[in-house]
C-alpha cells in the first residue's frame, strides 16, 4: 500500500509517499510560504529536486498541488489518486488522551482539537492539514501518529511536577515529552540490530537535532524523557534553553523591560546554543568556529555535551543500569566529536569508544569496543517511516 505521510506546520508542509511493502520513499518534498505567496520544492525517487512556484494561499491549495504533483505526468510516481491507500499524519500533542496512533474518525479529531490548548502553535496546523486532506482525499482512511504517544507509559514519578496537584487535575500541567515517533523507532531499531527484543534491553535514546531529547526506554517502554510539558524542557537545544531555573523568567523581564510573552519567545528563539554562542544553532557553524578559536561557539558545545550526558547519567540511575547507547537525529548522527564529547563523562558506565567506527556519519553503527560494558549505536531517525508502518497497522494491509 501507498502511504502518503503528511506534517503539517502552520504555514508549511512536508509529505513523503512510501509504499509500505518496501519501504521505498517514491516522492518526497515541501511546501513553503503556505498563505503567503507559496513554494513547492518536489523530489521523485531518483530524480531531481524541481521548485515550483505554485501560489499556495491555503492548506487545500497545498495539498492540491502536492497531489497534482504526485499524480502528473512527468514529475510524477503514481498514475492516479486512487493509488494512495492511506494517509499518515504527524500530530505533536495527543494529550493524556491518546497513548497510540488513531484512526481519523470524527470523534479522534475532535479530541485532537481538545489537546490545541496543550500545543497552540501545532495542533491547529496539524487539523488544517487532517481537514485539507480529507476535503480532497474522500474515504481514503487516515491515521493520527502522536509525537507524545509513546511516553504516556511514563510513570507517575516521573511525569509529576512538584507543583500544586490541583494544576495537573485540573489544567493537565505534567510532563507530556515529545520525539515519541523518534524514540520509540530508533529503540526498536536498535534492538532489532543487536538481534535482541525490545523487553530485554534498557535504552537511552539521545535523539539530539536542532530540537533535543532524551528518552530512558526500559524493556521497550517510555519511563523518563527530557522534554516536558512542551519541548522546552530537558536539554539546551539549537535556540530553545532547556532547563533554567525559572525564577529567571521574571528577573530577566524586569531587567530588559520585556513581558512574560516576550520572554518565553527568547527561551525558545533566542537561547541554547545560539544564545550561548550568539553565532548560530547549527553544529557545523559552531564546530568550525570553536575550531578556529572562537570561545563562545566552543562554550556552547561544552554546555550542551555536558548537560546531554547529565541526563544519560539521570537516566541509568531511572533505570538502575543502561545496556544500550543510540545516538540518532541531525547532530546524533552526524557529529562525531559531539558523540566523543558526550561519551568521555561516562567512563563511570564501563563506555568504552571506537574512535575507528565513531568517525562515521549518518549509518547504523556500533561506536562502542567489544569490551564497552554498554553499547554505543548510531541508528538514523526516520520519522516518517514510523509514521507510515504505524498507519499501515491501524487500517490493516
Ligand atoms: P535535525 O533537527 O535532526 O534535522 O538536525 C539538524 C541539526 O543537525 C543542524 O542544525 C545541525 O546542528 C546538525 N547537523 C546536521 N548535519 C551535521 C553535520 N554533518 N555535522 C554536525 N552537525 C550536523
Not at 524586569?254 to 547549527?282: P, R
Not at 548522527?333 to 563511570?348: F, M, Q
Request: proline residues 5%.
Amino acid at each position: 500500500m501507498n502511504v502518503l505521510v503528511i506534517n503539517c506546520g502552520s504555514s508549511s508542509l512536508k509529505y513523503q509517499l512510501i509504499d509500505s511493502e518496501t519501504e521505498k520513499v517514491l516522492a518526497k518534498g515541501l511546501c513553503e510560504r503556505i498563505g503567503i505567496d507559496g513554494r513547492l520544492t518536489h523530489t521523485p525517487a531518483g530524480g531531481q529536486k524541481i521548485v515550483f512556484n505554485d501560489p499556495l494561499p491555503t492548506h487545500v491549495t497545498a495539498v492540491s498541488s502536492v497531489l497534482e504533483k504526485l499524480t502528473d505526468p512527468q514529475c510524477g510516481v503514481i498514475a492516479s489518486l486512487s493509488e494512495i491507500g492511506a494517509v499518515g499524519h504527524r500530530i505533536v500533542h495527543g494529550g493524556e488522551k491518546f497513548a497510540s496512533s488513531t484512526l481519523l474518525t470524527d470523534e479522534a479529531i475532535a479530541e485532537i482539537e481538545k489537546c490545541c490548548e496543550l500545543a497552540p502553535l501545532h495542533n491547529p496546523a496539524n487539523l488544517i492539514g487532517i481537514n485539507a486532506c480529507r476535503e480532497l482525499m474522500p474515504g481514503v482512511p487516515m491515521v493520527a501518529v502522536f509525537d507524545t504517544a509513546f511516553h504516556q507509559t511514563m510513570p507517575e514519578k516521573a511525569f509529576l511536577y512538584s507543583l500544586p496537584y490541583r494544576w495537573y487535575s485540573q489544567y493537565g500541567i505534567r510532563r507530556y515529552g515529545f520525539h515519541g515517533t523518534s524514540h520509540s523507532f530508533v529503540s526498536k531499531r536498535a534492538a532489532e540490530f543487536l538481534g535482541k527484543k525490545p523487553e530485554e534491553l534498557k535504552t537511552i535514546v539521545c535523539h539530539l537535532g536542532n530540537g533535543a531529547s532524551l528518552c530512558a526506554v526500559k524493556y521497550g517502554k517510555s519511563v523518563d524523557t527530557s522534554m516536558g510539558f512542551t519541548p522546552l524542557e530537558g536539554v539546551p537545544m539549537g535556540t530553545r534553553s532547556g532547563n533554567i531555573d525559572p525564577a529567571i523568567l521574571e528577573y530577566a523581564a524586569a531587567k530588559e523591560g520585556l513581558t512574560l510573552h516576550e520572554v518565553m519567545n527568547v527561551l525558545n528563539k533566542q537561547s541554547g546554543v545560539q544564545g550561548i554562542s550568539g553565532l548560530s544553532s547549527d553544529f557545523r557553524d559552531l564546530g568550525a568556529a570553536a575550531a578556529a578559536g572562537d570561545k563562545r561557539s566552543a562554550a556552547a558545545i561544552e554546555v550542551f555535551c555536558y548537560n546531554v550526558a547529565k541526563f544519560v547519567g539521570a537516566y541509568a540511575a531511572a533505570m538502575n543500569g543502561v545496556d544500550v547507547i543510540a545516538f540518532t537525529a541531525g547532530i546524533g548522527e552526524n557529529d562525531p566529536s559531539v558523540r566523543t564529547k558526550v561519551l568521555s563523562y561516562l567512563e563511570y558506565l564501563g563506555i568504552e569508544v571506537n574512535p575507528q567506527t565513531n568517525k562515521l556519519r549518518g549509518e547504523e553503527t556500533v561506536i562502542s569496543t567489544p569490551d564497552s560494558r554498554v553499547t554505543v549505536l548510531v541508528i538514523p531517525t526516520n520519522e516518517e517511516l514510523a509514521i507510515a508502518r504505524e498507519t499501515v497497522e491501524i487500517v490493516g494491509e
